[in-house]
């Protein structure tokens, strides 16, 4: 059984940063990694999703294109999101999850169904 452990969650005023780490117990040996998000009595929304192997490019909500950056080291299996310029909005509980590749998509999705193993999540609060 895989474990995914997030942690670098915390407080920070609006247009500052925060750094999430998700660490696997062993190679997921899933070839996507993502991370999602959920706001108090929201749904669970896709943030970012890379390809582990490397070979498609990376992919990132709307609402955060330009701002995080989803990214990896394979030597340690552990999984990122650099977070910059963070809003209010972005105050959320963040998992990590791995899934398999799909055939027939180009790239890693950030869809719900795509991810079959889950982290217990980290808290990010952004105050205004």
């Known amino acids: 059984q895989v474990q995914l452990v997030e942690s670098g969650g915390g407080s920070v005023q609006s247009g500052g940063s925060l750094r999430l780490s998700c660490a696997a117990s062993?190679?997921?040996?899933?070839?996507?990694m993502a991370w999602f998000r959920q706001a108090p009595g929201k749904e669970r929304e896709g943030v970012a999703a890379?390809?582990?192997?490397?070979?498609?490019?990376?992919t990132y909500a709307d609402s955060v294109k330009g701002r995080f950056t989803i990214s990896q080291d394979n030597a340690i299996n552990t999984l990122f999101l650099e977070m910059n310029l963070l809003k209010p909005d972005d105050t959320a509980t963040y998992y990590c999850?791995?899934?398999?590749?799909?055939?027939?998509?180009?790239?890693?999705?950030?869809?719900?169904?795509?991810?079959?193993?889950w982290g217990q999540g980290t808290q990010v609060t952004v105050s205004s």
């Open positions: 999850a791995a899934g398999p590749w799909r055939f027939g998509t180009t790239r890693c999705g950030t869809g719900l169904g795509g991810y079959d193993y």
């Open positions: 062993r190679d997921t040996s899933r070839s996507c």
């Open positions: 890379l390809d582990v192997r490397g070979i498609t490019a990376s």
